[in-house]
Structures are given as structure tokens and as C-alpha cells.
């Protein structure tokens, strides 16, 4: 580490600042766009170096050394990097939102000034029915007959809701009680700040298949059309070594090194062992952290030893 | 400090044990409970002596050092206490509470189980009037015949909201999405844990005049009836120390130096200085700091140089 | 969610209980001793529970939730419960243990008392090599003969810095500035309060073979002595979905799943691809990441295609 | 609250970006260096008013409502701005930075790098006396003889340090292990970003008479140097609204609102209330308490109640 005296400019990332401001419309009414951020891919080699001593500079060095970090969740130099977001977001799901804690928030106040008048609105085509399998998902949506029903009293709903809220106002009460019974629909908008190791953490959650629908569609934007621009080799390691991963549990690994030596027989053990085969009346019975596992073999396109054997007896 | 090895039991607070699990009833349907906790005032004393050294063991000396520790802005100590509430609150009121963003958290997840039927209903007499000079405050309460009307209102909103979203729910709607419209109004239920230091900063500023109502009432509750019984000593160096404090500006002290020398004239060319004398046309301009001020001085029974003045000239 | 109000007691763990207080000793004068602790593994669930609404209540479904929990990063029931403990750790080895932000501590303070006389000693068969291929690790030790003269060094430069510490201390010098050249061996006391999301991610980390070993066996004892007693069923599902697993990236993925449907050759050519297979003079350069690809390989029982060829081709 | 999409450029400090990289030297060898940014006072006001509206826009409305914010201690919108300093310091004084945990860290890795070789050196004239009445401070200095044995014995002590280590790197010692009998003093350098809140918080701490000389002549440069160039008008608020100003606690102000309204008779029975008037052999005892509180009404002007009572009755 030198003791250097340069004069510096600040880290600048040309590919974001072309879209600096820039609304990316989202749901009905929603957007996403970046009003500041601090750092660049160099920001992270540069803080990593820090640690480990200057070594060497070319762009394929750089891009080596950040996704070492990335694969070593050696995560301290991801947050040298920040970002400031403007977000128009409904409130329900503004709700996950705030869930993560590590972020730097300014939200619109609905007891300073009038609720922002806009809340998000469904099409007859977008209600989603309850999963079956999950109890906190959905899948497929409803036919459009009864989606215009739903519409048709979401559209009353919303109309009495905000009258009822003007006329508190006009009655004088005062705007932190007249809010009261806005819709969770209602749209809010808010600066939110946070840094990359923290907005990465975010995105792992938000991104994934079983996050709601209303915040993954932020997250992707946020994901895809800004962070990937930002800090593209971040974002490339990001995808490899985190989004495109999969996690091998002690089980999971113990059952695969049988297959992987071919002893079949001995994973079936280890699957009765572990109590992901009990049988029902029609069957294996039903077993989440099995089926999450044959999911996994069938994306490393090995077969599951136990349909093998059932089918092999049949 | 000493390498004890010594057995020990947990830290108990009697007071606190006597109400475990016991619901304090707050608004027209929500609660608080302890239902676990950490620590007491002995904790507080044994974590600052293991920094300051083992000193002296009387009560009376727990006492000064826990109200030395609060006087001086030594938190580190405060943290070594931990509880955990059970809250039922409207969403409403919970949105400001979550920013509060040093605190474990679970809520009930309205993704998973259908929504908590109920939502704060408001009494005739309870609507409350815009404050004519906070933009973010109430001020008295409307008149009744008034307040029926908007009750009615209330109802009728409360009402439609639910029927629409048991419709929907009837209808095969995803929890998730069913619940958009429901109204801020709406109970939720959370497990809140948090330490004694960042409890204190959540009661100094939700225990204050300016607090919304509604979370200044579960905040009374949680200081005054728990954790004033919880860590009895740390409590009261808090109302000393903390609640029952004020804080002089620069400028104050600047002003009152003058005061205290007898010098008014002194005081008001400072006032002036400050630009807090700007003159209207029906006399001083209204100026907010100043009127802070002068609250100051009417606490301390002092008179404000500048209306004696003023009198004194007309 | 049942609005209950049935008095409670404080969850206990009894097989922590029966340890509380005791020291475990490491090193040759650190220890750690639990003092405080909240929750139990019925708080993780019960937590989870207002998630997730009521459900059943037998001690196997409470298993199998916290093992999904575990497996699925639901990682904020864990967070309802928290352990303080008391540590006597070096200096240099609580540089690293700070690190970990979200927790309370209360140090023993040099300034305010005299330094703790004890520094940490290396026994002459202690001294580690520098490690040949990791620029941050160790691996093997010194021949004792060599050992012998370093310990005897070590010896001496405690003896003088604790002299020199004694001199500046009886000349009058504040503790302040008289410890300013205290070895980074010294031992330091603290009180070291954390929950378990944050204890498992510490441990996480502080378990593995890449960290230094003096941490490392502290957080063995955290982990082995005190975690696996206080909260067994958590600290199961910890060993089985987080110590016991392994990540495979969107690369290791790619590669296995040629091998899973037997096409060595497609392995090849990805691994070609990712930039793995560089040829130096002497074959194969090194390649970190192939390395560790190759060591997952070997722990599934799984041959490593490249290897394999080239076999083939000699 | 508009839903704007024009493009942004990134706001500016333009006196900060004039020494953006520039060595502000500190102790003998230690430094500071502010290596990138994000914000200026107008993203503080830009978030206020994303929470209370768009309102004004002028220089002197911004300059007021940065003031109001900091006077009433809503600190959310410094969240916004963020700062990244580049440190050289000893570990003694790292040790105490390192305590803030809302902060991003990278530091000069002795595991992976060979150890800065130098240490923080004491002038002759330099080494500071144990404060009498403050256990934990200093006051005054040693005679510059005794000095000159110190500072030599200092010498000695790192030569020793230093050729110990380098011993043990050359026999292959691993750096991880070689390294642990470096004295405190040894530099350490760290790249250590911050949002604006907490640096305040940090500075309140760090720049008061009360912290230790090392660190408060690091806090003295990064406020006076640094912040006070980036972000002129909240530093202004700082020193006005915080620096500045005094805390009275509900004790204080009873009192003093006796003297206030003339009755010093009754405003020493309050004092004899609070226990602040214990007479010993040779008058009051000392107490800490009542001489904080005598310093206030130092600084306003005030007499102290009892001590002109006692000289009355002497």
C-alpha cells in the first residue's frame, strides 16, 4: 500500500449516467429511476486492494479479482459501492420493501401532505389464483369473466375509499387520521438508498421465482436495466456465483456422491434414512425437501434412484 | 475485572415476570404484551464494569452509575437488555413503528393466512382536526355531529373493503394479491424485540408531544407500564435524563449568557443577529425557532427580552 | 393468530441452564462463558408461527420447521433469540471477531483501567508455516528447534513491553496514551451480546477451514459446546443446510450437468470455455476456480473429465 | 410530488472535488484522504422534500430547512449524502473507530500483507499525564527529562517489535501468526464510508473534550477540513444545533427555573433534594453531577446558588 497524495475524480460509470433519471415505468402507475450512486466496478477492486495489497491492473485482472469475491462471499468491498433510488411503489408492497433493513430511506408523508392520489389497479386479466401446493403463492390466473367482476368491485372499492378520504379533508381532519383506510394499494414514493453487497442481498430474495410478483417486477428492473449497467462485472459474477447457483445441502451431497459412484441401492438408503421416502396409501407421500431435491438432479440431468427402483419394480 | 468461572442464573426482574404474557389493551382493538425478555438493571451495571472495572456493589451505587451512564450518552451498556413484545396494531400505525430499523421482527404474514379481521374503528368524538400551524399535526377534535357522519362513513368503507376481499378470496383470488385493497386501518399482529438502548430511542421520539397519536399510545404503555417495571433504575435516569430534558442550541445559550448577565439589550441585538425580530406588519414575524425559544425561557420562568422590550415601547 | 392473553414464563433451554457461567478455556488464557441467553428452539417457532399462523404443535413438526426454515433463509424467526456472552480472547483475534457489526459489546476498557497482564504465548511446536498457495493462510508447523528460539524471542518482547507498559504507568503516564505499544497479543475481556441469525452467520464463517485458527477455535466451542446445547434443533438444521453444504455456481452447474448425461466431451469443452483449462508448459495451468470445482467433484464420488482426457491421451 | 423523468446529472461539492485525493497529514505518520462522495446539502433538502413536499427553493429556504431538520433532530435525509475516507492510523486508535458499526470497512490485511512498518512515535514533550479526577483521561504533560526516557524506551520497544517480526517472516513464520506481537501503535490503513447521519453522530463523539487525543484530532479534520467543504450549510446546522449546544436535564432545569424567577432559596432545596449538597469535613463533597451543572451556569452567567449562599454564611 502506497501512501498516495494524487489528486483524485470520482469514480464515474459512464453506462449509468446515461440514464440518470430516467423513469422505468412499472405496474399501472409505478416507476424506478437512479437520482445518485457512488463507486464503480474499479471502486471494488480498488477497496479489495486495500486488503490484499495493490498486484495487478489490466480489465481481465479486475474482473478476476471481483468475482473471486463474489464466489468467496467476500462481500466487505460490495459495500463500497452505493446507490440512490426514486420509487413509486404501491404500499402493500412497499411493505416487503422496508423489510430490509440495511437502506437509507426517505418516504413520501401522507401526514405532511395529501395521499399521493393513484392506486394500483388490476386488469381483468391479471388476478392470480391461490397455489395450490403453496400456501403463500400463486399460479395461472383466473378466467377474464370473473376477473371483470373483480375489477369491476376493485374500481368501487377504490372510488369510495378515496372519496370517503376527501371528505375527511374537506371535514377538516387532520391528513394522519384522514389516511387511515387508504387502500394498501395506494401508491407511495420514496428515495431509497443502499449499497451493492446490501441491494445484491435484496435482489437475491426479490428476484426469485417465489417473491410476489408486484416486488420481483422491481426487482428485475432493478436487476437487469441498473445494476448491470452500473457495475457490470459485479453483476456478471452476481449471476453466476449467486442467482444461478444452487445450494447442495449435507443430505442432499450425501445422496449424490452414492449416485455418483453409481450405488443407487445405497442413495435409496440414505433417502429412507433421512425420511424423504415414507409411503402412503397411493405411493411415496408427499415431501418438500425431496421434491427440491429431485429438481435438482433433474437440472444435473441425473435420474432420481427411487422412481428408478419404484418404476424397476412395477 | 476477574476470570470467574462461577455458576450463574439468568438476570430476573420480578416486577416484569409478574406480567409476563399479560395484555395491555390499547385503541379499540390492538395490545402489547411482553412475552420474553433479557437482562435487568444489574445486567446494565455488570456490562459497564466490565469496561470500567469491578468497583462497588450497593444499590445506591448501581443507581449513580446506571444514571452517570445515561447522563453521558454511554449507550453501549443499555444494549446488553433485550425484550420482546407481542403487538396487535393497525398497519397504519405499524408503517411508522418498522422504521425503526434496529429491532427483530416478525409479522403476521397476510401472504400466507387470510388478513386479521378487524380494523381500528374511530368513536364519533375521536376526529381529530388538522393543526393550523403543524402541516403534520392535529389539534382538538371535530364536532360530534360531524364525527357521526364520518364514523358512518367509516363503517360503510370498512365494510365494502372486507366484503371485497372475502369475494375475492371466495372466488379462488391468491392471498397475496386479494389483499391489496384492504385498508390501512387493518390490524396486523408482530413479535418486536429490540435492546433497551434502541427501545429508549424509539420512546424519546414516539412518546413525544409531536408523535402521532395512535403509536404515541402504545409507546406510553410500553414505557410507563413495562419497561418502568422492567429496569426500574434505567427508567427513571431516562425521564431525568432524557424525557424530562431539554436541549440548548448554540443560539439559546448565546441569548440566556445575555439574560443571565442582565443584559436585555445584549439579548435582543443577539435575537436579531440570529434573524429571529424580522418585522411584519402586525409586529414580529412569526419565526419558529424563536417561538422555541421562547418556550425555553417561559419554562425556566424567564421573561423574553424582546416583548419586554416591545411592551416597554408601546 | 389467537389474541391471548394467558400469562407466560420465560422460555428456557435447561441443558444451556446447566452450563451458565462456566468457562471454557482456549488457548493458553482466553475463555468463553455464556452469562445471559433468551429464547430457546420453541421461540424460533413460535415466532415463525406469526408468520405463518398456528399449525401443529409436536415436537417432530416443530423439527421439521426450523429445518425448512433453515433450508429456505428464513432467517428472521432466528432472530428472536439472543446469547451474551463473556470472552477473554487476544487483541489481534478480537480485530477480526469486531468485525461482525450487528451485535453489543462492552469491552474492557484500557483506558479507564490498567491493561489485563496477559498476553498470548506460543508453546515452540505452535509456530504455523506460511502457506505456499494461499498468500492468507497457514498450513503445517515450524521443526521445534526453530519453534524453540521463537518462543524464546516471544518471550522476551512480552517481558519488555509489559516492562516498558509498568514504566510508563509509574512515571505518571495516562493509561491512555502508556498502552499504546502493548503487544496485539494482549488479552482483552468483553461482553459479546448476539442473536442467533447473526451468531449462525459468524460461525458460519468462523467455523470454516479458511479462517485464522485462533477464532477458529473459539467458534468451535461457541458452536459445539454452547450453540448445539442451547438451541439442538436449530444447530441440527445449521449443520445440515449451511456448515454441511456446498454451493454450486451457474459454472459448476453447467459442467456437472454434461457429466449427469454422460457427455465427458461437452464437459470439456464448457469448462474450455469458462477459461479453465489454460495450457502452460507443464500441462494444465493452475486455475483456482477449477480447483474447487475439482474438489466438489471429488467429495460426489465424480471423476473430473479434463483429467480423465488427458489420461486418455498420454 | 411530481412524477419527474428528466435526466439528472449526479450533485456536486465543488470545494470538496477540489481536494478530492488530497493527504490532510495527521500525528507522525497517519492521514486522511477523502477518496469519493455522494450528495450535497441539496440532496438533503431534495429528500426532505420528497417527505414533506416540494415547497421552496431558494438558497436561504434550503439553508432554513436544513436547520429546522437538524434542530429537530430528523436525521433521515442526512442518510443521503455518503463519504469514503482513505485512513492511516494506529491500531490503538482503529480500535476505537472500528466501535461504529453503521459503517463500510476494507483494511490493510496483515494475514494477507506483510505489516506497514511504522508505528505511531511520542515526541519527548508529548507523553501525557494521568488526568486526577477522570479515570480515563489525560491532563497536562510530563516533564520534557522524563519525556526523553519515555520516548526513548519507546524506541527500543519498537526496534525489538519490529526485528521480531521480521524474524519470524524470515523463518517462514506464517504472516497471520508473525504478527501478533505488533504493538497497538502499529499503522493500519482502511478505506471507511459513511453516511452523513452517522458521521455526525461520530464527530459528536469524537470531537468532544472528552475523547481521546488521537482520535479527536482525526475527528477535528474530517469535520473542519472535510465535512464543513462538502456540505456547508448542514456543518453550519451541526455546530449550531449540536457542537454547540448544551443538554439541560430535568434536574438542571428545575433548578434552574428557581434562579429564574429569583427564589435561590428554593433552588438550593431542590439541590438538597437531588442529594447534591452532601457536606463533608471540609464543605460540599464533590459531585460530579452538581459540577457539571455549575459549568452550565458558568457558561450562561449565572451564580451558583450555594456557593453564594455558603460564602453569605461564611
Redesign the interface.
Known amino acids: 500500500?502506497t501512501?498516495?497524495?494524487?489528486?483524485?475524480?470520482?469514480?464515474q460509470s459512464p453506462a449509468l449516467?446515461q440514464i440518470?433519471?430516467?423513469?422505468f415505468d412499472l405496474l399501472d402507475d409505478g416507476?424506478v429511476?437512479v437520482?445518485?450512486?457512488?463507486?464503480s466496478d474499479a471502486?471494488i477492486v480498488?477497496?479489495?486492494r486495500?486488503?490484499?495489497?495493490a498486484g495487478t491492473k489490466t480489465v481481465s485482472q479486475d474482473r478476476g479479482l471481483i468475482?473471486?469475491l463474489m464466489?468467496h462471499r467476500h462481500t466487505?468491498?460490495l459495500?463500497?459501492c452505493?446507490i440512490?433510488l426514486?420509487l413509486?411503489v404501491?404500499?402493500?408492497c412497499w411493505?416487503q420493501w422496508?423489510?430490509h433493513?440495511?437502506a437509507?430511506?426517505?418516504?413520501?408523508?401522507t401526514?405532511?401532505?395529501v395521499a399521493?392520489d393513484a392506486?394500483?389497479t388490476?386488469a381483468p386479466e391479471q388476478?392470480?389464483?391461490?397455489?395450490a401446493n403453496n400456501?403463500?403463492?400463486?399460479e395461472g390466473t383466473?378466467p377474464s369473466e370473473?376477473g371483470r367482476?373483480?375489477t369491476e368491485?376493485?374500481r368501487?372499492?377504490?372510488e369510495?375509499?378515496r372519496r370517503?378520504y376527501d371528505?375527511?379533508l374537506a371535514?377538516?381532519?387532520?391528513?394522519?387520521?384522514a389516511?387511515?383506510?387508504?387502500?394498501?394499494?395506494t401508491y407511495t414514493?420514496?428515495?431509497w438508498?443502499i449499497?451493492l453487497h446490501n441491494l445484491f442481498h435484496f435482489l437475491s430474495l426479490r428476484m426469485d421465482v417465489h417473491a410476489?410478483e408486484e416486488i420481483r417486477r422491481y426487482a428485475e428492473v432493478i436487476g437487469r436495466k441498473i445494476v448491470a449497467r452500473w457495475v457490470p462485472l459485479a453483476w456478471e459474477a452476481f449471476?453466476?456465483?449467486r442467482?444461478?447457483?444452487?445450494?447442495?445441502?449435507?443430505?442432499?451431497?450425501e445422496i449424490?456422491?452414492?449416485i455418483?459412484?453409481g450405488d443407487a441401492a445405497a442413495a435409496v438408503a440414505k433417502a429412507e434414512e433421512f425420511g424423504w421416502l415414507s409411503q402412503g396409501e397411493k405411493g411415496l407421500k408427499a415431501n418438500?425437501?425431496r421434491a427440491?431435491f429431485e429438481a435438482k438432479l433433474d437440472?444435473?440431468?441425473?435420474a432420481v434412484p427411487w422412481t428408478a427402483e419404484s418404476k424397476g419394480n412395477g
Not at 135 to 138: F, H, P, R, T, Y
Open positions: 500500500m501512501n498516495e497524495s494524487t489528486r483524485v475524480e470520482r469514480p449516467d440518470l433519471g430516467e423513469r416507476f429511476r437520482v445518485d450512486y457512488m463507486g471502486s480498488q477497496a479489495a486495500v486488503s490484499y495489497g468475482r473471486y464466489r466487505t468491498p459495500e463500497m452505493e440512490k426514486h413509486r404501491p404500499m402493500d411493505r422496508i423489510r433493513r440495511t437509507n430511506v426517505n418516504e413520501y408523508s401526514r405532511y401532505s399521493i392506486a394500483q388490476t388476478w392470480r389464483a391461490q397455489a400456501k403463500q403463492g400463486s383466473l370473473q367482476a373483480l368491485s376493485e368501487a372499492l377504490h369510495l375509499a370517503t371528505q375527511r371535514a377538516g381532519v387532520a391528513r394522519e387520521q389516511r387511515k383506510d387508504l387502500p394498501l394499494s414514493e420514496a428515495y438508498k449499497d410476489q449471476e453466476d456465483y442467482l444461478g447457483g444452487r445450494f447442495l445441502s449435507r443430505l442432499d451431497r449424490l456422491s452414492c455418483g459412484r418438500r425437501e427440491e437440472e444435473l440431468g441425473l
